[in-house]
C-alpha cells in the first residue's frame, strides 16, 4: 500500500465521521418536528446515512488491503446510493417546508381569527347593548309618566321601544347569520340565475329598475351563500338610493385567473376615506335607525366572498353611484 492510498483512505475515514455526525443531527431534526409524516420520512433518510456510513467504511477498508477490483464495484454502488441520497434529502426537505409552510399557515390564520373573534366580541357587546339601554330608559320614562298620571307620551314611548326590540332581534338575526359562515359546500352555481331570481324580489317596486350587462359564469360556489352575497348588495342598493329612481345594473366581465362581477347604482355615493370601513361589521355611513340597519350586511358579504377564496372592493367618488366589484376565482384552490 503506497502512500495515495493512505491518502485515499484518510480522506473516506473523514466523509465517515461526517456521515456519522450528520446522523446525530438528523435526529436532533425530527425530535423537534410536530409532525409524525415528517419524523417518519427524516428516520428513513437517517437509516440511508448509517448505510453510507458501512460503504465508507466498506471502501476504506478495501482501499488499505489493496483489492482494486471489488473497489471499482464498491464505488459503483456508492454513486447509485449518492445520486438516491440527494433525491431523497431533496425530496424530504421539500416535503418538510411544504408541511411546516402549512403548520405555520395555520397558526396565523388561528391568530388571525382569535382576532377577528375579539374584535366581534368587544363590538357586539357594544351594540347589544346599546338597544337594551334604550329600551331600559324608554321603560324608566313609562313608568314615571304612568305614576305622574300623564298619559300622552306613553303610546309614542311604546312605539319607540317597540322599535328598539325590533332592532335587537335585527341585531341577533345578523350575529347569528355571521357566525354560521362557516365551511363552503361547492356546488355548480349560475351566476346570473340568482341574480335574476333577486330582482324578482322587488318587481313590484315601479321606482327601482334593473339591467344585466356581460355574459354570467356558472361557478363552483355554496349557491345559498352567493344568493345572500347578491340579496345583500342589492338590498343595500335600494335602501341607501336617495334618487327618485334607483337603478341597478349587474354586470360580468370575464378575466384570465377570475370573473369579475359588477354591481353599480346611481345612489349617494360613499367617501373613499370610508369605503374600507363598510365592511367592518356593525359599521354603517349613516344613522342606524333611520335605516333600520344593523350594519353587517356588507361584512357578511366579505366574509363569504373570502371563504369562497374571492375579493370584493368598492369603488365610488363619494358623490354619485357605488360600483361594488367581486373578483371570483374560476377554480377554487382545496
Not at 56 to 73: D, H
Request: charged share 25%; hydrophobic share 40%.
Amino acid at each position: 500500500m503506497n502512500f495515495s492510498d493512505y491518502i485515499i483512505a484518510a480522506f473516506i475515514l473523514l466523509g465517515a465521521v461526517i456521515m456519522f455526525l450528520s446522523t446525530q443531527y438528523t435526529k436532533k431534526i425530527f425530535d423537534t418536528l410536530p409532525n409524525s409524516e415528517l419524523q417518519g420520512n427524516w428516520k428513513k433518510l437517517r437509516v440511508l446515512m448509517f448505510v453510507f456510513l458501512v460503504g465508507y467504511l466498506a471502501v476504506a477498508t478495501v482501499v488499505i488491503l489493496g483489492q482494486t477490483s471489488l473497489l471499482a464495484f464498491l464505488a459503483g454502488i456508492i454513486f447509485f446510493m449518492g445520486s438516491l441520497f440527494v433525491f431523497i434529502v431533496v425530496r424530504t426537505g421539500l416535503d418538510s417546508f411544504l408541511k411546516l409552510k402549512e403548520l405555520y399557515q395555520n397558526l396565523d390564520d388561528t391568530e388571525l381569527k382569535n382576532k377577528e373573534l375579539e374584535q366581534f366580541a368587544y363590538i357586539t357587546s357594544h351594540d347589544l347593548k346599546t338597544p337594551l339601554r334604550g329600551i331600559s330608559s324608554l321603560a324608566s320614562f313609562i313608568k314615571e309618566d304612568l305614576e305622574a298620571g300623564e298619559t300622552e307620551d306613553v303610546q309614542a314611548h311604546i312605539e319607540t321601544m317597540q322599535d328598539r326590540v325590533m332592532r335587537l332581534e335585527s341585531l341577533i338575526d345578523g350575529i347569528l347569520q355571521y357566525s354560521k359562515i362557516g365551511k363552503i359546500v361547492p356546488t355548480t352555481v349560475d351566476f346570473e340565475a340568482i341574480v335574476l331570481e333577486e330582482f324578482t324580489n322587488y318587481k313590484d317596486l315601479p321606482n327601482v329598475s334593473f339591467a344585466t350587462h356581460g355574459e354570467f359564469p356558472v361557478v363552483m360556489g355554496d349557491r345559498l351563500q352567493l344568493s345572500q352575497v347578491v340579496a345583500n348588495l342589492i338590498s343595500n342598493a335600494i335602501k341607501y338610493n336617495d334618487k327618485d329612481h334607483c337603478k341597478i345594473t349587474v354586470s360580468s366581465i370575464e378575466k384570465t385567473k377570475f370573473h369579475k362581477i359588477i354591481f353599480e347604482d346611481n345612489g349617494p355615493g360613499i367617501d373613499p376615506k370610508y369605503q374600507q370601513k363598510i365592511f367592518e361589521v356593525f359599521q354603517t355611513l349613516q344613522e342606524k335607525d333611520s335605516y333600520n340597519s344593523t350594519g353587517l350586511g356588507l361584512a357578511i358579504v366579505k366574509k363569504i366572498i373570502e371563504k369562497h377564496q374571492g375579493k370584493i372592493d368598492v369603488e365610488s367618488d363619494g358623490k354619485l353611484g357605488t360600483q361594488f366589484i367581486i373578483k371570483y376565482p374560476k377554480e377554487l384552490k382545496r
